[in-house]
C-alpha cells in the first residue's frame, strides 16, 4: 500500500493511523462492513459528511488498497479486498470499546433520525413478520416536520426505507422520543418497558405491536454494557 501523507515512523501502528485514522475514514469502512456497497448508501450511513469528501475518502481507500472499484450493468460498486476485510474486527472493536467507555447520557446528545432508522432498516428481521406487505411509519412528535417521520416497507426478505409517504396503507403505528427509539436500538431499554413508561406508543397490528422487539433487531454493538456514566436519562 502506498500511503500519501506520513507521520514518519516506521511503526506498524503509525502505518495503519496513516490510512484509517483520517476523519471519517472509520465510519465509512463501517457502511462497507454493514452492507452498503454503492455512493447513495454510503451517504445515507454518513448523512454529514460531503459528497465531495466522501468522493475523496473513497479515492484514498482504493490508493491504499482497501477497497476496489466494480462496474456493473446498474452502475458502480464498492468492495472491501482482502486488506479492507482484516479491518473488521479493527472496526468492531473500536465500536465495542465506545459502547463500553463512552458515557451513554453523553452519546445519546448525538442523535440523527436518518442515521438511526437506515440502521435499523439493514438489520431488521423480517421473519416474525406476516406473510404480506407490512408497512410501519415511525414518528418522532419532537423534530421538525421535515424530520418526524419515516416509513419502512417490508415485503418478503426486502425492506425499504421511506422518508415520504410510499402511499402504502399502514400496518402498524410507531411514536416515541428519537431518544427513546435510539436507546432501544442500542438496547439501553426495551420495547415493552418504554411501552409501560408511556414513552412509546403503538397502534395497529396486534401481531407486528407484539413482536416488534424481535422484528426490530438491535445495534451490533447493543451487547456490550456501558461501564461508565450516569444511568441513562429518557424523554419523558
Not at 452498503?36 to 466522501?54: A, E, I, K
Not at 468492531?92 to 451513554?104: F, K, P, S, Y
Not at 438491535?218 to 461501564?227: D, K, Q, Y
Amino acid at each position: 500500500m502506498e500511503l500519501t501523507a506520513s507521520y514518519g515512523q516506521f511503526c506498524p501502528v503509525a502505518m495503519a493511523a496513516e490510512v484509517v485514522c483520517t476523519r471519517w475514514t472509520a465510519l465509512v469502512l463501517r457502511e462497507f462492513m454493514c452492507g452498503s456497497r454503492r455512493f447513495n448508501d454510503l451517504r445515507r450511513g454518513v448523512p454529514r459528511m460531503s459528497p465531495t469528501l466522501l468522493s475523496k475518502r473513497l479515492k484514498e481507500l482504493a490508493h491504499a488498497g482497501i477497497i476496489e472499484t466494480r462496474r456493473t450493468d446498474d452502475g458502480v460498486e464498492y468492495h472491501l479486498t482482502p486488506a479492507g476485510e482484516d479491518l473488521r474486527e479493527v472496526v468492531m472493536a473500536l465500536g465495542i470499546w465506545g459502547q463500553r467507555w463512552v458515557e451513554t447520557d453523553q452519546s445519546l446528545e448525538k442523535l440523527d433520525p436518518s442515521l438511526l432508522m437506515w440502521d435499523m432498516r439493514r438489520h431488521l428481521d423480517p421473519t416474525p413478520m406476516p406473510p404480506r406487505r407490512c408497512t410501519i411509519r415511525f414518528q418522532f412528535p419532537e423534530l421538525a416536520a421535515a424530520r418526524q417521520k419515516f416509513w419502512m416497507v417490508v415485503e418478503g426478505r426486502e425492506v425499504d426505507l421511506c422518508s415520504t409517504d410510499p402511499g402504502f396503507e399502514i400496518d402498524l403505528y410507531v411514536e416515541c422520543p428519537l431518544r427513546t427509539m435510539t436507546a432501544i436500538w442500542m438496547g439501553l431499554a426495551n420495547v415493552r418497558g418504554e411501552i409501560e413508561e408511556r414513552r412509546l406508543r403503538l397502534d395497529g397490528d396486534p401481531h407486528l405491536a407484539a413482536s416488534m422487539q424481535q422484528w426490530l433487531g438491535l445495534s451490533p454493538f447493543a451487547r456490550e454494557r456501558n461501564r461508565v456514566g450516569k444511568p441513562v436519562e429518557r424523554a419523558a
